[in-house]
């Protein structure tokens, strides 16, 4: 099976084991039962061994999964053994939450430009770089060597802000924006809902009572 | 089938649905094939129809979905037709970033009380609450019927908070916290990890290469 055609949630789910592992291998845990870690995934384990069928053989019978081990392969499968370099587009509060948030760059993405019209010329975050004016973006792609792009913009700006990374270079999109962007098919786009986990916890609030 | 059987992942597409669907009634669209809207929410059409089979019979052959009618229904299933009164700890950036965001009034969840010992005193945003300190989180929880609690802390005080919340009295937890929360069963918990996003791009960035 070539790689291209694993399916995207089975990626998704290999982000959650690797996050798990991480937390299992800063324990100080050396091995985990294929059960044990099933429960700490919230994961079948006989869709875990099937998620991993796909890269290779794992896990010992008997023993379960080597931390360690799998937490390479995981880190590797997935390409974050050397980090992305990352462009944010507004810097916002959202934007500088994101600047803030320390998972990005423990996980293998540096935040290494920023860009706003309305705040640019002053440091995004603490140890984040300058903003930039979103019309340096075409430059500062090339220079700097951008991958991915975020966009933490309101829904009203995402469109034509993707329209210009794409421009720029950018063939991998992460949108925070609520609304579905259109762009060329070679373009990979990631939709976060910050609102869809609320949506769930509504559910679960209505069938309790 | 009980309503609490149905699977988790289901509840997740019809938020995904819910959205689609806002996005066509504010286009002033009326009716949509089942094709069309399977190309729009990523979902293939067969699965569409089997996600919705669980809560009734929609859709209309040879016509499709109507916007509205399904809309209203799906809001309903999850809850949100009334507004969800939300506590928020932690008034960082991401805090920050959470109280600014427009999506979750828009999606009926209102963040009516917001906790931060650092903070405490002064207003959460500019149209939100006043930041408590901790401590008055069981009080507020009582007093403001406060239902669902959102986790805006870091990783090492995440799981104080989360505690707190649960003797508060909040059965519902998002959690932004890279971390997993060890809580009673009873309560219904989602992690929202801001990277999984940015690993599924690192991923497709290394399979084009």
Redesign the interface.
Same mark, same amino acid.
């Given at each position: 099976m070539k #790689?291209?055609k694993i399916p995207?949630v089975v =990626?998704?789910r290999?982000? =959650?084991y /690797?996050?798990?592992l991480n937390?299992l291998s800063a324990d100080g845990i050396h091995t985990v039962s294929s059960e044990s870690f099933g429960k /700490?995934v919230g994961v079948k384990p006989a869709q875990i061994r099937k998620d991993l069928a796909y890269f290779g053989q794992f896990g010992i019978k008997g023993v379960g999964y080597k931390v360690q081990d799998l937490l390479e392969k995981i880190i590797s499968? @997935?390409?974050?053994e050397r980090a992305?370099r990352?462009a944010l587009v507004g810097v916002?509060? /959202?934007g500088? !939450? /994101?600047?803030?948030?320390?998972? &990005?760059e423990k996980?293998? &993405?540096q935040i290494v430009a920023a860009f706003d019209p309305v705040h640019c010329g002053k440091k995004a975050?603490k140890n984040g770089p300058a903003v930039s004016h979103p019309r340096d973006l075409p430059r500062l792609v090339g220079e700097q060597k951008i *991958? =991915?792009g975020i966009i933490a913009v #309101?829904a009203a700006g995402a469109q034509e802000v993707a329209d210009d990374m794409v421009k720029a270079g950018i *063939?991998?999109?992460?949108n925070f924006a #609520?609304?579905?962007l259109v762009l060329p098919e070679k373009v990979?786009v *990631?939709? =976060?809902?910050?609102?869809?986990?609320?949506?769930? @916890?509504?559910? !679960?609030?209505?069938? *309790?009572s």
């Open positions: #790689p291209s995207r =990626i998704y290999l982000s =959650i /690797l996050r798990a937390s /700490l499968i @997935l390409g974050t992305h990352v916002g509060n /959202l500088r !939450a /994101l600047l803030a948030y320390k998972g &990005f996980r293998g &993405f975050g *991958e =991915i #309101p *063939e991998s999109i992460l #609520p609304v579905r990979s *990631e939709n =976060i809902d910050l609102s869809i986990g609320l949506e769930t @916890l509504s559910y !679960a609030l209505k069938t *309790e």
